[in-house]
């Protein structure tokens, strides 16, 4: 990967808005190319934050505008850095960048779309993709929502932040789990509500209820501050256990949230490894995002 070339495309428009890429008519030199054009001054991008981007792109031999997620309808691109979660165009090409800026980069099949190409964009194996990269926000990887966290009755489980990396602590009481879902506020939030279909950002922490009653603190046995940072994901869609759709949908980012989920919501009789089946899931969103 470089930061220049002897030939590049250019990129005009401001930040935030579309960008128009011309592309030469001399054929790419094969280089993976990310050239920043405008220097934004927000966090910069690394590894296990997360980064809300959106981009105009082009193929370089046709000059064909691909889809982009400036798009009317287009949703931003929401992806954890340094994860192979997306396009290695668009994940290297964010690494070390500030919020803000405005990237170009030039992806040879290898950082595009591969040697197969896409069959459904028109791109071959062998062509030369063209980024325009608006890095709109970036999340630390152990970021959480602000706000003086409120209590909760004696009969739910306490939770406990570590403001330093974000990891949260559970205790559960001495009794059984609550019958029916129940959705607790601990810090409101004050940003958009939260739609069915959108992309959060989720720092979370999950454990089972019947275990930890007899414990100091609750084990958890999925929580994203040991499972590579915040999670993107598309919320209200069956992408997670029903309970965290039901819980979030509705809400306002910069919440965090206290759901206590029945079985029958969260994991039921397949749960993961490490959880008996039939477990009331207890767990602590924090919503840090939503595109």
Do not use: C
């Amino acid at each position: 990967m470089v930061r220049t070339d002897a030939v590049l495309p250019t990129v005009s428009g401001q930040f935030g808005r579309p960008a128009t890429i011309s592309v030469p008519t001399s054929a790419p030199s094969g280089k993976f190319v990310v050239a920043p054009q405008t220097q934004g001054r927000g966090r910069s991008a690394n590894t296990g934050d997360v980064v809300v981007v959106r981009y105009t792109a082009k193929v370089w031999r046709t000059g064909k505008t691909l889809p982009g997620s400036y798009n009317k309808g287009a949703r931003p691109q929401v992806f954890a850095v340094g994860r192979d979660a997306t396009l290695p165009a668009l994940d290297r090409a964010v690494q070390g960048q500030r919020a803000g800026s405005r990237v170009l980069v030039v992806a040879p099949p290898a950082a595009a779309y591969g040697t197969t190409g896409s069959a459904q964009l028109h791109v071959t194996g062998e062509d030369t993709v063209v980024f325009a990269i608006d890095i709109m926000k970036v999340i630390g990887a152990h970021a959480i929502v602000p706000g003086k966290q409120r209590s909760v009755s004696d009969a739910l489980p306490r939770v406990r932040m570590n403001e330093s990396d974000g990891t949260a602590t559970l205790i559960v009481p001495d009794q059984a789990a609550p019958e029916g879902l129940v959705v607790k506020h601990l810090v409101d939030g004050a940003g958009p509500v939260v739609k069915a279909g959108q992309n959060l950002v989720l720092q979370h922490s999950s454990a089972a209820w019947e275990p930890a009653r007899s414990e100091d603190e609750a084990h958890l046995f999925l929580t994203s501050h040991t499972d590579g940072g915040p999670l993107p994901v598309v919320i209200g869609r069956g992408n997670v256990i029903a309970g965290w759709d039901r819980a979030l949908v509705g809400q306002r980012v910069g919440s965090r949230i206290l759901a206590v989920i029945p079985a029958e919501l969260a994991y039921g009789s397949h749960p993961p490894k490490g959880l008996s089946p039939g477990a009331t899931v207890i767990s602590v969103l924090d919503i840090l995002a939503a595109a």
